[in-house]
């Protein structure tokens, strides 16, 4: 309230509070889905230049998304030689690689980049080194579907069903008795569980504080269950992946792993394409084609592919750097996130 012959200050503008911020854009993609608001949800940032790994970190938990990928542009020589650079974070750690960031960031590209929009192949440079995607020239249906070639597989560990079945929540007897559960890893390692039936996968809820004291010290990161999928589906098998951020719908590193699981114990055929399917129980169904090679023990050739699907766009706004760092955004213990 003012009174008469009081001098009173206009309100500030959204564009001057604007103006005191500084402004990112963003990308929304869906990731292996066959039509919008399916598969598994991506927010993408295609030019993260001046953001530190806190401000990262505290936009990935903004998101909530299983994964939201920071792009760094450099010299178009660079990129040409080394790959675009990306850095790919949850929304409690960056990652060294994950698959469906990897096959949504190369599509938004694809579709987007100025100078590498319709390329037939395109390589990000992330912290496990380069992984290339490649398109086919021939395009059909929603989005882009795109293949990238994950790298040779790692076989770890055998595990015993017992301790599983109890980190997992579940009974001994709702494991395949007939398959061997193990880490395998293309980048990220997954302990490869086979249950017995889509039924136990439907009620599969597993207790993260178990699970994670059991994955701890072991040599696999996160659990992947899958199972053979219902006849006539339109996929070969069944998967579902619950972890600390809830469960993802689609998990293109953790199908890499599968698919080499696969052809090692003879399940699939050498350098066969074959389906995959995820997401289902949480209805963002997810289809996520998959293959790989075996000559005599070694398994190579590795291939995930999924169509990616352009959702939404927009800006984040946030504090300038000094602001962010005394509010403490990105450490829990100084401050809150943003």
Known sequence: MSTSGSETSAPTSLSTARDAQREYAFARVDVFAERPLEGNALAIFPDARGLSADEMQAIARETNLSETTFILPRAAEVERERGVHVRIFTTREELEFAGHPTLGTASWLHLNHPTLRGAREITLELRIGPIKVTFDGQQQGPGVFATMRQNDPVFGEIHGPAAIAQA??????????????QTVSTGVAFCIVPLRSLDVAARLAI????????????????????????????????????????????????????????????????????????????????????????????????????????????????????EFQQAGYGNPQQGRAL
Request: hydrophobic fraction near 45%; charged fraction near 15%.
């Open 207 to 322: 207790p993260q504080a178990v699970a994670q004291a059991y994955l701890a010290p072991s040599d696999a990161k996160f659990f992947h269950c899958i199972t053979r999928a219902t006849a006539g589906s339109g996929a070969e098998w069944h998967a579902r992946m619950q972890f600390y951020n809830g469960e993802d719908p689609a998990t293109g590193s953790a199908s890499g792993c599968a698919i080499a699981y696969l052809v090692r114990h003879g399940l699939a055929a050498s350098g066969q394409p074959i389906v995959i399917e995820q997401g289902i129980e949480m209805l963002r169904a997810s289809r996520i084609t998959v293959q790989a090679a075996i000559d005599g023990d070694l398994v190579t050739d590795v291939r995930v592919g999924g169509r990616t699907i352009p959702i939404a766009s927009g800006r984040f706004f946030l504090p300038r750097c000094t």
């Open 168 to 181: 997992l929540g579940l009974a001994i007897e709702d494991l395949d008795p007939s398959l061997p559960i």
